[in-house]
């Protein structure tokens, strides 16, 4: 399908330019109307920079990304530099603390061309992204924006009069080829940011919106159309891309056919696919490229388009993704500004956030290493700081959080030698979180966070047991639970709790973690099966000095040094259930955090209910092994005589760490004595005149009994009487026909003892045979 064409590009390249300028379109002089009529076209493509200007081990960094697209545009002219968003917010810190000034001014001497809007340049709202990052630098009143690239967004417009937020779109023109420029950020833009930030800002449907502006795009000239979204694919398997039930979908299958190239990102994945698709008129080109470029500069989406000068038809597409790192020269301009910019953070760095009142660390082997499978203060404050960011409506209302212990790069100590509070530095904080992961908020059912809990004994996804068999995750205030390491795979976990309450395995709970181990890294794989998964803008380090500001405002941050998973292993032989009075035992582990000046506890109590039963003492020691075994004690206490029967649950607590964890336990009701059941009868008595008289006496070796003695002849109770306080009870039966009469007598039992139950025989003599029997 073709568009009719104006008769714009038609003209002399003279006209052409001017004309094109009055109507803010870039121009260039690269294609002159002699010029061989297949021309080729490359766009280079970007995504989700994030800041990230400083190389780093397979992060290429600015300078390199620039002298890259310096190296290709010299080998074609006819080049734009364009971007799908992203390319500030979550930076790390050189960038971050700076206002990302340092990366718009890297990305400007890159000559990056266009770029869609992201999510993330709208973390500090709408008014920021205009009025600083795309206005004019200016060292008075704008010394932190200047983006000299186009910000484009077809589906992003002001609520109030219906216009373009920013503009719809943008044309780079090449003498006798234009090529036109549509952007989108993704629909869920609204629970990505602040509301407040946006609440001016009415998000519109991307397919609806991009193919009307295509349409316009073609009618003014453009002889090919890329779309440049902020959305993207939630794997690299072309085939499952059209199939999926997504946004993404419904984007590859239903954008216009107008549109000539589909450049994504968001998700952070690079592919290169291609579907048909009908656009052009020409059978050499049946199918619509649809890119990214991952994430953090480390790769470039190149795509070459050979246009027909003459018609405007594209006739052929080449693209692939360019690895960076090692490939292309440092831009030595740009190197200056990342150089520059460390420099200055440095400074920057040197601001405090506030006082701490000791020292947050990590997990530590005997030999001082970091041990990465051990509970540590400073993970466990990670994931509290991640909780509480997201815990408002629009992040997600988060409940529990979680941090994986390899996100932690360096101990929180503070400024200095001396004694504690002191200071913490930005520099210090970004330290610790060096990444910029952004913090992903999703549903967790409570089996799916058994599943999560047990995954920390690790397996690769093909099963191998990995170097590290052991992570031992940061976990929020309020969660704790149980494991016993000895117990089969899948199923160490004993118990999970929530603020004191039991975790359901249906219900579900809103869980945040960072983007690394929400896209299952480190192997914890369940978390990519969250429901609602969404990113919620909020970058961890910028997370953490707003948590500071708030809770280290009036008084240094305060270490907590209570375990979240504790363990506890039950003997081989121990019962299902106990009884009153028995013996209950079992070992603990996990109990102590492992890092020198760590709080610990020399003991631990043990209560049922409102009554302590006992004490452990707790034994402390590093260990060698990247596991959590530190902390150990072995208990044993008797539990009350009278402890109701049933469910019920013993309570471990330590007085100078805080740690407490709950031991379920079952409680049979009480075992009952057995009676001795005696009674005292005629051997006979006379027929029809002489009653029976049964002397029944109960014993047991621990007490009086009581209850009810009754005698029962042929199946019918004849006589019931009750013991007396030396548990004794006489009951009379009969008279008696002549003959035999086996008599039972049944003791009731009572609380403390069991029933019995014995017989007797009397023999009943007749008259005739008393009478005639004694002569």
């Not at 309450?501 to 945040?512: C, G, K, L, Q, R």
Request: hydrophobic share 40%.
């Amino acid at each position: 399908m073709t568009s009719a064409r104006p008769t714009l590009r038609r003209r002399t390249a003279g006209v052409a330019c001017v004309s094109l300028a009055f109507a803010g379109i870039a121009t260039t002089g690269a294609v002159s109307a002699s010029a061989d009529p297949i021309v080729d076209v490359q766009i280079l493509a970007t995504n989700d920079f994030h800041g990230r200007i400083q190389a780093n081990g397979t992060e290429a960094g600015a300078a390199v990304l620039a002298g890259a697209v310096q190296q290709l545009r010299a080998e074609n002219p006819n080049t734009v530099f364009a971007a799908a968003g992203d390319l500030i917010g979550a930076s790390t810190f050189e960038s971050f603390i700076q206002h990302d000034k340092p990366t718009i001014d890297a990305l400007n001497a890159a000559g990056l061309d266009v770029s869609a809007v992201g999510n993330h340049e709208l973390d500090q709202g709408y008014d920021d992204l205009v009025d600083r990052v795309m206005a004019p630098y200016d060292a008075e009143t704008n010394p932190y924006g200047g983006a000299e690239w186009q910000y484009v967004a077809a589906n992003l417009k002001v609520k109030a009069t219906g216009d373009d937020a920013v503009p719809a779109t943008w044309i780079k023109d090449f003498g006798d080829v234009q090529v036109g420029f549509v952007g989108a950020v993704t629909e869920e833009l609204p629970a990505l940011v602040s509301p407040a930030g946006i609440t001016d800002l009415d998000v519109r449907g991307i397919v609806d919106s991009v193919n009307e502006e295509a349409d316009a795009l073609k009618a003014e000239g453009a002889d090919l159309v890329v779309m440049l979204v902020h959305e993207g694919a939630e794997s690299t398997d072309c085939a499952a891309m059209p199939t999926a039930d997504n946004a993404f979908a419904s984007i590859v299958n239903d954008v216009s056919p107008e549109v000539d190239a589909i450049v994504s990102g968001h998700t952070h994945l690079a592919y290169d696919c291609k579907f048909p698709v009908d656009a052009w008129s020409g059978e050499a080109v049946t199918e619509r490229p649809v890119v990214s470029a991952g994430q953090y500069g480390y790769n470039l989406n190149q795509l070459t388009y050979s246009v027909d000068a003459a018609t405007g038809e594209p006739v052929g597409v080449e693209t692939g993704i360019l690895p960076l790192a090692g490939a292309y020269p440092a831009d030595p301009d740009v190197a200056t500004i990342v150089a520059d910019a460390v420099k200055e953070a440095d400074v920057l760095g040197a601001e405090p956030l506030g006082e701490i009142g000791g020292a947050f660390n990590r997990a530590k082997l005997s030999s001082g290493a970091e041990n990465r499978g051990g509970e540590s203060t400073l993970g466990n404050l990670v994931a509290e700081v991640q909780r509480w960011a997201t815990e408002a409506p629009e992040s997600g209302e988060a409940q529990i959080a979680f941090m994986n212990p390899g996100g932690l790069r360096a101990d929180m100590v503070g400024s200095g030698t001396d004694a504690f509070p002191r200071t913490l530095t930005y520099k210090q904080a970004a330290a610790v979180q060096p990444f910029a992961n952004t913090l992903v908020n999703m549903d967790l059912t409570g089996e799916q966070l058994k599943t999560v809990l047990e995954q920390q004994w690790q397996r690769d996804a093909d099963g191998n047991v990995p170097s590290r068999p052991f992570l031992r995750l940061g976990v929020s205030e309020g969660f704790t639970y149980t494991f016993d390491a000895n117990r089969e795979e899948g199923d160490r976990v004993t118990g999970i709790w929530l603020d004191g309450e039991a975790v359901d395995p249906a219900t579900s709970y809103s869980v945040t973690v960072n983007s690394f181990l929400a896209s299952g890294g480190d192997n914890f794989r369940a978390f990519a099966d969250g429901a609602n998964a969404r990113d919620t803008g909020k970058a961890d380090l910028a997370a953490f000095v707003d948590y500071m500001a708030t809770h280290a405002a009036d008084e240094p941050l305060a270490v907590d040094p209570s375990q979240r998973a504790v363990g506890v292993s039950f003997p081989a032989d121990a019962p299902e259930a106990y009884e009153p009075g028995a013996t209950v035992a079992f070992d603990v582990s996990s109990w102590s955090m492992s890092a020198p000046g760590d709080v610990t506890d020399p003991e631990l109590t043990v209560s049922l209910g409102d009554t302590e039963l006992g004490t452990a003492a707790v034994t402390t020691a590093a260990g060698t092994t990247p596991d959590d075994t530190i902390g150990t004690a072995s208990v044993a206490v008797q539990l009350p005589a009278d402890a109701p029967a049933g469910a019920t649950a013993l309570t471990l607590r330590g007085a100078a760490t805080g740690t407490e964890v709950t031991v379920p336990i079952e409680v049979t009701e009480p075992a009952k004595a057995t009676p001795t059941l005696t009674v005292d009868a005629p051997k006979t008595v006379v027929a029809w005149l002489q009653p029976a008289r049964l002397d029944v006496s109960v014993e047991t070796p621990d007490g009086t009994p009581t209850g009810k003695v009754t005698a029962t002849i042929q199946g019918k109770k004849v006589d019931v009487d009750t013991l007396n306080k030396k548990g004794d009870a006489r009951l009379w039966v009969g008279p008696f026909k002549p003959g035999t009469v086996e008599v039972e007598l049944r003791y009731s039992g009572d609380d403390a003892t069991e029933a019995a139950t014995t017989t007797t025989t009397i023999r009943v003599k007749s008259l005739w045979e008393v009478i005639f029997g004694a002569w």
